[in-house]
Structures are given as C-alpha cells and as structure tokens.
C-alpha cells in the first residue's frame, strides 16, 4: 500500500530534480488533479523558506506539501545561520550523517525538525537511552498471528527503505558496540538483514541525522560515551552554540510584546538576555575556571523564564518580584543553593527592584494575600 508518508518519501529522481515550483513532469502537469502525485518535488526560493535576505533567489529542493512525518513549523523558530548552513550543505550535497552537537537546550533537535519542516521533508524521530540497542534502530523478529515470525523494521531501516530522514536524538548515550552495527547505513550502503536474508538497498534521500551532548570530564551531563573512531568518521558535524544576541533578543522580544509590558519589550529582552549570557559564559561547559557554573540558562531555559516572569507580571499574579519567581520555576530551584543565589543577585542588579527573597528560605508556603 502507498501511503502519503511513502509517497512523501519518495526519492528525488531526475525528473524531480527539474521540478520548480512547477509539478516535476509534463505527465504529472497534464494529468488531473486528483491523479498528480502529491506532494511533489518543487524548489523553493531560500528567502520564503527559512526568511534569510541573503539567501533569496537561491533554489532549494523540497517537497510542495508536508507528509504526516513531516515535523509541524515552528512560528517563534530563528535560525542560527551556521547551522542552517551547516544542515543545507550536507542535504544539497547528499550527505548520509550529520551530527548536531552542543550543550543542553541550544537548539538542536529544534534545528533538524525545522529544516525538514521548511522544506516540507519527511522526518522520522527515535529518542535513545542508555538501554537502546541495535535491533531497535534496525529492526526485529517478532511472532505474528499466524504463529511465525515476521520481521519489522526499526526507524533506521524504514528511513533507509523508503528514502527519508531518521533523527537519532541522544545519540551518544548509546553503547559504542551497538552502534557499530550501524556503520553501513550510516554511509548509505546497502544492509543484508542476517535474520530475513533480504537487502535492503538505501533509496537516495536517505539520511541519519543525531544529536549529541559533548562528553565532558566534570560529569555536567552524565552517561555520554565516546562513539568509536569508525562510528565517529561517517559523520559530519556542526556544533550548535546559543543565538547570537540580537537574534535572541528578537526571540524573546517577541514573547514579552503581547504582555505589553511598562518598558518597551526590546529593553525587557535584553535585560533576560544579558543575564542568560552572563551565566553562559560562567558555565564550567565553556571555561575551564574552577568556580565556574555547573547549570547554565540554556534558550530552552531562558524561553521558560520569560514566559513565566512575564505571566506572573499580569495582575492579580500574587507575585511579588515576577523575574525572580519565573527564574526560580524555571530553573534555579534546581541549582545548588550557591549558584542560584549568586545568579538571582545577578538578576536584581539587572532588572532592579527589591532583593531576592527564595521561596526555598520559607518554612512554610506563603500565607494567601491579604489573610
Ligand atoms: N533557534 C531557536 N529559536 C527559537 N527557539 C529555540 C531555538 N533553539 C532552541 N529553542 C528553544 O529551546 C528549546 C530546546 O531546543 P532543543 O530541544 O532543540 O534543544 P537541544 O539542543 O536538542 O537540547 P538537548 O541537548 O537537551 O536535547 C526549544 O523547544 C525552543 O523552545
Ligand atoms: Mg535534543
């Protein structure tokens, strides 16, 4: 059976890749609507699919329409353009493995998913753990109703069969030894299931995508293996750092306008931005100074922050100083208490106002307002 995801995932022939914005053939073009193959392989104008000036006028291969796998678009996503860069070379070059590394909370798995949403490509998704294995990336034998076995394909021979993108996120908590079995996939060679006999030839558009955490030696994300130099070599790699600053200060700009805050929102965002920068650049993940931050305020973290300090501003919040109240929901409740005092002075010299008052420092809960 076709389904709109196989149809979607469809190798671009060369007929395809003349297509512009126009169906890919002049059989597909004569033929009614309703037998043209949907979606088809159109190119689009770098500006309208990711909103980068200098990238109008360029031709991009995508597909006209999203797939059910196709990962839904994200209104508030900016992209970071060495990233972007990075992702649009190894897919127009028809690369096999690409490799997101960065701290927590930079944007990678967020990266992958919207440069398939953009271009409107399928993208299937697997999250590992330390527990993962070879079998279930590739596939397995399990009883069918008949009293046999049938085999079923696991997320990275399925992209592989039917020629579309596998994200692998966490790759590296993976053992190295399961991950070897990935080797031929991993450079788009055909795979002999040792289990069925069959081969599974890649279909062009075929490709492993994985996101990875450094392994750090002061233990700030835990259970990060060193892949194995053979695995590590059908990679390529982009390192995915935080947004620049006036593009996260237009991010969280964004956010805080609807609150339609006293100060203007582009102030407010580049007050939350110069503290989460402050503290990025004392996170031990980025110096090696041995007082440095063992946390630090991710975009994933400073989204939480505003959206919290921003809705505790609102009237009849109970919140007495908003900014510390969001950044301790967001966040430093689970700092050590060093680090979160220390990062709420920060705050306090930054946004003013009154001291920091932890809700940690209560014995108990606060009394209703006004009781
Ligand atoms: N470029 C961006 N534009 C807008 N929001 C972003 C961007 N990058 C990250 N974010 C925000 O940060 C969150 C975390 O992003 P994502 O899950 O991609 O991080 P990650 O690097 O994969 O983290 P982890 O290492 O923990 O898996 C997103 O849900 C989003 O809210
Ligand atoms: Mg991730």
Redesign the pocket.
Known sequence: MTTQATQAAAAPTKSRKKASQEPATAAAAAAPVEQQASPQWVHFDGFACFGIERMRGAKILGLSEPSVFTPAK?P?????IDNLRDLLHFYMAGGNAFC?M??????????V??FHASLNLPLLSMSANPRTQAYHLIGRLVPNKDGGVSWVDGPVLMAARLGMSVLI??YNVIDPGEMTGLNLLLEGRPYLVPETGELVVPRHGFRVYA?C?PKDDKGLVQGRHTQDNANDERFEFSW?GY?PQE?EVQ?ITEMIAPYQPSLPANVLAEKFVAVANQVRKLYAGVTDDSGALDKTI???VL?RWVSKAMSASTQGSLVESPMHYGLERAWSLSCSDEVRVAVHELVTQTFGGGDYKSSKDNLHTMQPAGA
């Open positions: 994200d508030t996503y900016k992209w970071p997101a960065g701290h927590p909370g930079t944007g990678k798995t967020m990266g998913q919207q996120d966490e996101t955490n995915f947004l593009i991010l991710s975009t994933r989204r």
